[in-house]
């Protein structure tokens, strides 16, 4: 596909982006124990570097909410941020060889209830952690998505706890944010061509910038605190930016903790990356398919870079690629233009970045949640049966209530039991007319139908007709053809005719 084709739509894209990026960076950073730096790194590799090598057009890459505890355990351990930079690079290293290997093949094996379900949490979670910062409440820092916060408080009680520090400016600026985001939205203007290519996330940002300002001016009282707007980290001159950057130091390489991190990084942030670029995929309305191999190889490459010159690990993020692809973005210039956005407005302009307030930014969040998880959506998952609705609602509220990856894990094995129990009543199918019977062996048919075969064949009655046809059947598993030899050795002394059609070497 022309990168350049569709720039009309990547462009916008590609701000709204920067906008939801720029205060997760640097609040992924700030929970994992890391320099704010760091982050912002990580968000530039992420969207240049992963964003150019990536097969994906419209998921979006850069640190993980998903990482932070395990950063910050890692860096703990090390004892050095600097030690802990080198594992992100032999991490990169791991997940390069699993891309070269094709162990992305792993990520279509992921049930899609569960990935709905996980879509549908992410959404929910921006809505409901961006309740304090609408509120003028920031003790919890942009990013996080788990229900135990670093304050020990969770997800509610911090709603609870932002209603006793209320900030009227905040929530003035927050609610005219997101009126300016839906007005974008609209018909109205959707309808006016020059206006409906500029972004309403932008629009908003900068009216909350202007409001607070103007708050500043005429009524103090409402102008937000210094806590309430963005920190990027400032520097004097151009000269001065190499004090906020790390390099990594290897001397710890020939420790046992050394290589268990830099594995473990590998291996969640590859997981991670799969389950977001399947996610993505299932949202582009273009319905394309990321090369999910390639996707690794992109990821490691990222990883590797993003850890020699100081940033945080990277990987393919959901929140970032659906406020994308909700902002119609068509190819992947809209990923490798927001991480451009984060290099040059962060080192050109970082005192006007640091206006912005959170609540601003909150609204811009409200509404790509909302985007994630619209009532339509589990009304078709309702639509398609418990079998696909409770893995769905099960994924949902084990991430709500842990983390992604303890939620996605349990959505996971929610979904298998479901598709094993599904496989288990329909592989074997049993009709009865006047004495006589029909088993047909439908699909694949394996040790776990093996169960039910033998409970449909033990309550056959003496003297029966019994045809076993497997014509349809594409396998069978030999512990299958056991119980059916061992059928027909009984079926004598019983008095029971027996034939076999569409079967070989039984």
Known sequence: MNLTAHLSRDIPASIVVFLVALPLCLGIALASGAPLFSGLIAGIVGGIIVGSLSGSHVSVSGPAAGLTVIVLNAISDMGAFDLFLATVVVAGVFQLILGILKAGVIGYYFPTAVIRGMLAAIGLILILKQIPHALGYDADPEGDQSFIQPDQENTFS??????????????????????????????LIQRIKPLSKIPGALVAVIAGVGLNELFILVAPDLAVSSEHLVNIPVTDSWGDLSTLITFPNFSAIGTQGFWITALTLAIVASIETLLSIEAADKLDPDRRITPASKELRAQGIGNMVSGFIGGLPVTAVIVRSSANIATGAKTKMSAILHGFLLLALVLAIPQILNKIPYSCLAAVLFFVGYKLTKPSLFRSMYAKGWNQFLPFIITILAILLTDLLIGITIGMVVGFAFIIRSNYRSAVNITERNGHYMIK???????L???????????????????????????????????????RENAQSKNITLTFEGFSNL
């Open 449 to 487: 139908n093996k169960a039910v075969l033998i409970d449909k064949l033990s309550k056959i009655p003496e003297g029966s007709y019994v045809l076993i046809n497997g014509q349809k059947a594409k396998f069978i598993d030999d512990d299958i053809r056991d119980v059916l030899m061992d059928f």
């Open 441 to 447: 062996l439908l699909k694949d048919v394996s040790f």
């Open 158 to 187: 911090e709603i609870l706890n932002a209603l006793n520090h209320l900030s009227p400016g905040a929530m003035i600026i927050c609610a005219i944010s997101l009126s300016i985001i839906l007005l974008f939205e609209s018909s």
